[in-house]
């Protein structure tokens, strides 16, 4: 919120959306300035335990916000949640569907890579992840000795994220790397505003 001051958005404070949100933490701290809040997320386990810790918000079990109408949030928020879809359009539809939702003066912000090296590209560790767990190896055996991880990583490229804000009336604000920089990727958090 303190970003979002020095960008001088969002112009209003009345709904804000939690995307990726599992159990509520962020939905929470985000009620604390706005009216409304409303988290997404795809698990039903974690959005039970959000309702419990959190009965002043919203949340709705979605992959996407195709559920809210357009220009319904003042500030949209995601992080760690782009990155993992199966494969970069799928990252490129959500995003433009929330500048789709976002208010006029709004803000939305979400993490992402906007690159991956070619070596990190083959994803080599998740591919043996999940030929050795097809093979009956466990989960813990893989992930904590052997340091496999089960997760698809993807990125977006910065052109391709002002090349949507643009079509969608939209403006990307500022690009954040600091603190964001991983071994195999270069990672960012974008702000972007939809023109009043």
Same mark, same amino acid.
């Given at each position: 919120?303190?970003?979002?001051?020095?960008?001088?958005?969002?112009?209003?404070?009345?709904?804000?959306?939690?995307?990726?949100?599992?159990?509520?933490?962020?939905?929470?701290?985000?009620?604390?300035?706005?009216?409304?809040?409303?988290?997404?997320?795809?698990?039903?386990?974690?959005?039970?335990?959000?309702?419990?810790?959190?009965?002043?918000?919203?949340?709705?079990?979605?992959?996407?916000?195709?559920?809210?109408?357009?220009?319904?949030?003042?500030?949209?928020?995601?992080?760690?949640?782009?990155?993992?879809?199966?494969?970069?359009?799928?990252?490129?539809?959500?995003?433009?569907?929330?500048?789709?939702?976002?208010?006029?003066?709004? =803000? +939305?912000?979400? !993490?992402?890579?906007? %690159?991956?090296?070619?070596?990190?590209? *083959?994803? $080599?560790?998740?591919?043996?992840? #999940?030929?050795?767990?097809?093979?009956?190896?466990?989960?813990?055996?893989?992930?904590?000795?052997?340091?496999?991880?089960?997760?698809?990583?993807?990125?977006?490229? =910065? +052109?391709?994220? !002002?090349?949507?804000? %643009?079509?969608?009336?939209?403006?990307? *604000?500022? $690009?954040?790397?600091?603190?964001? #920089?991983?071994?195999?990727?270069?990672?960012?958090?974008?702000?972007?505003?939809?023109?009043?």
């Amino acid at each position: 919120m303190e970003k979002a001051a020095t960008l001088g958005v969002p112009l209003a404070r009345q709904r804000a959306l939690d995307f990726g949100c599992g159990v509520g933490r962020l939905t929470r701290a985000l009620r604390e300035h706005f009216a409304e809040c409303h988290g997404v997320d795809i698990s039903s386990s974690m959005l039970e335990m959000a309702q419990r810790l959190n009965p002043s918000c919203e949340f709705r079990q979605a992959s996407s916000l195709e559920s809210f109408p357009s220009n319904y949030a003042d500030l949209i928020y995601s992080s760690l949640v782009l990155q993992h879809q199966p494969d970069p359009e799928s990252a490129r539809r959500i995003i433009d569907d929330m500048l789709r939702v976002l208010a006029p003066g709004g =803000l +939305l912000v979400f !993490q992402i890579p906007l %690159s991956i090296p070619w070596r990190n590209r *083959l994803q $080599v560790r998740r591919r043996l992840y #999940r030929a050795l767990h097809a093979l009956g190896l466990p989960h813990t055996f893989l992930y904590q000795r052997l340091k496999l991880n089960p997760i698809r990583m993807i990125s977006v490229p =910065l +052109l391709d994220i !002002q090349t949507i804000a %643009s079509r969608q009336g939209c403006t990307v *604000l500022n $690009v954040d790397q600091s603190g964001v #920089r991983g071994k195999e990727y270069v990672s960012a958090f974008v702000y972007c505003s939809k023109s009043v």
